[in-house]
Nanobody
């Protein structure tokens, strides 16, 4: 069983920054890594993904403000969030797709942006 350990959430004022990180509990082969978020009463939505080769994809709402990156040696994915807005307030979830098929989710980390 693989568990994902997330960190970096918290409370920040609008315009501030936070950095999320996520890593599996053991070394595994990973293809796609990504971040999703879910606000109360809303569906979970994609924030950003990054392939093993470093190709990235972003939701339009975060383009230019958020940056996803990964360290393939440490098997860690990061989400640098700048210029945060109150509408970015959500629980953020890490997701990984393994090389042998299964996908795993992190437990979620709360990000709250005050106005």
């Amino acid at each position: 069983q693989v568990q994902l350990v997330e960190s970096g959430g918290g409370l920040v004022q609008a315009g501030g920054s936070l950095r999320l990180s996520c890593a599996p509990s053991r070394s595994i082969g990973i293809n796609l890594m990504g971040w999703y978020r879910q606000a109360p009463g809303k569906q979970r939505e994609l924030v950003a993904t990054i392939t093993a080769g470093g190709n990235t994809n972003y939701a339009d709402s975060v383009k230019g403000r958020f940056t996803i990156s990964r360290d393939n040696v440490k098997n860690t994915v990061y989400l640098q969030m700048n210029s945060l807005k109150p509408e970015d307030t959500s629980v953020y979830y890490c997701n990984i797709n393994t090389t042998w098929g299964p996908s795993y989710w992190g437990q979620g980390t709360q990000v709250t942006v005050s106005s």
